[in-house]
């Protein structure tokens, strides 16, 4: 069973900055591809950032420029910071881990974010 665990979520200002981690049970190098999506009140889920095994990164074009991805294998962590933040980024953060291409892979509880002035 395969358990994500996220944290860093909290209440940000315009403009801040913020870094989620997405802390998994094992080793993150037996996942093809792990990523953040949000969900913002009465929206659905889309994704945010994706990296995968090699490192190759995307981005949904709302962040590009903002948000950055990285992982850290050592530690089986992946990490999303948050810079320039806005209130529309308002959003629960998801952590997803596919173990193969197209899969729909696994999912963390979540953590908040909420950017208020």
């Known amino acids: 069973q395969v358990q994500l665990v996220e944290s860093g979520g909290g209440l940000v200002q315009p403009g801040g900055s913020l870094r989620l981690s997405c802390a998994a049970s094992?080793?993150?190098?037996?996942?093809?591809?792990m990523g953040w999506y949000r969900q913002a009140p009465g929206k659905q889920r889309e994704l945010v950032a994706t990296?995968?095994?090699?490192?190759?990164?995307d981005y949904a074009d709302s962040v590009k420029g903002r948000f950055t991805i990285s992982r850290d294998n050592a530690k089986n962590t992946i990490y999303l910071q948050m810079n320039s933040l806005k209130p529309e980024d308002t959003a629960v953060f998801y952590c997803?881990?596919?173990?193969?291409?197209?899969?729909?892979?696994?999912w963390g509880m979540g953590t908040h974010f909420t950017g208020s002035s």
């Open positions: 997803n881990a596919k173990p193969f291409a197209g899969s729909v892979g696994y």
């Open positions: 990296i995968t095994s090699g490192g190759s990164t």
């Open positions: 094992g080793n993150i190098f037996r996942f093809y591809q």
